[in-house]
């Protein structure tokens, strides 16, 4: 099989591996792989060379994590999967793959475009921004920062009843935020931000930001931005790759006085819900990572979430080069990128 292999910074090739030999295990599931997403801040980072994000493997490394595929083969104790099922799982950018049960997998309704599908774990982790920071409908978020995840806060938020405001650094991604559905769009950096805030929520101001970006400037103008007593839920990982910060993240003005929340979107959900680590499947956590997926699946289901609306470039696998070096450059008309890995 193909996969895409970092062998260090800028360094990615594609390598040819075998499949262990005698799979699928009787707990495992030979999948064959039709698309996979790019998945561009991590990756980026991981391709750039910046700060090893904890517990990640170093180089020579996979990249990707959003996989599209297939099943063709389940081992004798799989009865959640049967040949012929369309499943999203995190593996890497590959051809094909052996998976545990036990792993990340989520089955694809019929009816649900492969490129809608393959962003489920991203949106999964877009829609978790609200569930960790426990979002309540009626709020007023901000969305700052508009990669694939803050698109995808955008366009979930809506969904599950938020007023959303969109943040960008760029007018490319202000126009796709509203295409996704954010109610309203400005700059980040806009002079007249706070008026344009107060206009947007009446007065009330945000009740939750959704932090996507790791650059300082971006953290600095979400704790400017959130109302007093207010959350900020932090998915970006804050400074990874940028430069070093030259304020203090955690002033008085801004945080103490405002007594806001600042919470890491990682980990389970929260009091609210058990956090079923005791499950093998992972499933007894209301809001895991698969039961997200499997519920952001179903708004694409039945046509209220389209993530493919922002697919902006196809590639053949053997074209990834390419891709993650457009990354590099920071293309902002380079969002949705999908690879093929169908050989003709
Ligand atoms: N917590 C987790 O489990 C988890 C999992 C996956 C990903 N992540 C992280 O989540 C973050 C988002 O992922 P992504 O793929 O959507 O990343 P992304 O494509 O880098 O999106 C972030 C966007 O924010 C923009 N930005 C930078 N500074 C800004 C500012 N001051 N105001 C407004 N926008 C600004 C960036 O623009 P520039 O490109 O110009 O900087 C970029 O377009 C990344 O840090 C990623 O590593 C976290």
């Given at each position: 099989m193909k996969i895409a292999m970092l062998r260090g910074p800028r360094d990615l090739r594609i390598e040819e591996q075998t499949l262990q030999p005698g799979s699928p295990g009787p707990d495992d599931l030979h999948i064959r792989?039709?698309?996979?997403?790019?998945?561009?801040?991590?990756?980026?980072?991981?391709?750039?060379?910046?700060?090893?994000?904890?517990?990640?493997?170093?180089?020579?490394?996979?990249?990707?994590?959003?996989?599209?595929?297939?099943?063709?083969?389940?081992?004798?104790?799989?009865?959640?999967?049967?040949?012929?099922?369309?499943?999203?799982?995190r593996e890497p950018h590959q051809s094909e793959?052996?998976?545990?049960?036990?792993?990340?997998?989520?089955?694809?309704?019929?009816?649900?475009?492969?490129?809608?599908?393959?962003?489920?774990?991203?949106?999964?982790?877009?829609?978790?921004?609200?569930?960790?920071a426990q979002f309540r409908p009626g709020e007023n978020v901000a969305v700052v920062g508009l990669g694939v995840l803050g698109l995808g806060a955008a366009a979930v938020g809506p969904?599950?009843?938020?007023?959303?405001?969109?943040?960008?650094?760029?007018?490319?991604?202000?126009?796709?935020?509203?295409?996704?559905?954010?109610?309203?769009?400005?700059?980040?950096?806009?002079?007249?931000?706070?008026?344009?805030?107060?206009?947007?929520?009446?007065?009330?101001?945000?009740?939750?930001?959704?932090?996507?970006?790791?650059?300082?400037?971006?953290?600095?103008?979400?704790?400017?931005?959130?109302?007093?007593?207010?959350?900020?839920?932090?998915v970006g990982l804050l400074g990874r790759g940028e430069a070093a910060l030259d304020f203090n993240p955690l002033s008085m003005d801004l945080f103490y006085i405002k007594g806001i929340s600042l919470v890491a979107v990682s980990g389970p959900s929260g009091y609210l819900y058990p956090d079923g680590t005791a499950?093998?499947?992972?499933?007894?956590?209301?809001?895991?990572?698969?039961?997200?997926?499997?519920?952001?699946?179903?708004?694409?289901?039945?046509g209220r979430l389209e993530p493919k609306r922002l697919v902006t470039h196809r590639f053949h696998y053997s074209r990834i080069v390419e891709a993650y070096e457009m990354a590099y450059h920071r293309e902002k008309s380079m969002l949705g990128v999908i690879f093929d890995w169908r050989d003709a």
């Open positions: 792989t039709r698309i996979t997403a790019l998945k561009i801040g991590t990756d980026r980072g991981n391709y750039e060379g910046a700060e090893r994000v904890p517990g990640a493997p170093d180089y020579p490394r996979w990249v990707g994590d959003s996989n599209l595929g297939v099943v063709e083969a389940v081992g004798r104790n799989v009865t959640r999967f049967r040949p012929g099922d369309r499943v999203v799982t793959s052996i998976v545990s049960q036990y792993a990340s997998i989520v089955r694809v309704p019929e009816g649900v475009a492969d490129e809608d599908a393959v962003y489920a774990h991203l949106y999964a982790l877009s829609a978790h921004c609200y569930h960790k969904l599950f009843g938020a007023r959303v405001v969109a943040l960008a650094n760029s007018p490319v991604r202000l126009e796709m935020a509203e295409r996704m559905g954010a109610h309203a769009g400005y700059l980040s950096g806009d002079p007249d931000l706070a008026e344009k805030l107060a206009a947007f929520t009446d007065g009330q101001g945000i009740d939750l930001v959704i932090l996507t970006a790791n650059p300082w400037p971006a953290y600095r103008t979400a704790l400017e931005i959130v109302r007093p007593n207010g959350r900020v839920a932090i499950d093998p499947l992972r499933m007894q956590n209301r809001y895991a990572a698969d039961r997200e997926a499997a519920h952001i699946l179903s708004l694409m289901e039945n």
